[in-house]
């Protein structure tokens, strides 16, 4: 675990996320800067910031994970598309989002620089949260 990282620390439990799903080896919570509501974050629990760098079983798990997660916000918010991206500029841990999009523009620098100055209604993402883990649970 790396203390600096904020993904390590929500990890160990040390800072709050809006969790969907845990594995032994995977942990997947709400961005608390949503492009579009239900916009997840998927990382490894262990720390790298690089994804070609993972374990190939580390890997299979993150990306497998995220295929699942994509189904999920495909069902529950209709969107035309359900993109998955990896950046990493802003938290060094390995994160692949996955994002409902319903038009090239959601992925844009404009779109993301409005997302990282915007806070979103927790209420809102407490509940986009619960739905999206029910969603989970329920489909195994």
Request: charged share 25%.
């Amino acid at each position: 675990m790396d203390e600096s990282c904020m993904f390590c620390r929500i990890v160990a439990g040390a800072a709050p996320a809006h969790q969907v799903f845990e594995s032994d080896d995977v942990l997947a919570f709400m961005d608390h800067r949503p492009l579009n509501p239900g916009h997840v974050l998927v990382i490894p629990k262990w720390h790298e910031p690089d994804l070609h760098r993972l374990d190939e079983d580390i890997y299979l798990a993150v990306m497998k994970t995220s295929k699942r997660l994509a189904e999920v916000l495909a069902e529950l918010f209709e969107p035309p598309k359900v993109g998955l991206f990896v950046i990493g500029f802003h938290v060094p841990h390995v994160h692949v989002h996955v994002v409902p999009l319903y038009s090239i523009d959601d992925f844009t620098a404009d779109a993301i620089q409005l997302a990282m100055r915007t806070r979103p209604d927790q209420g809102a993402l407490a509940e986009t949260c619960r739905r999206v883990r029910d969603y989970v649970s329920k489909a195994g």
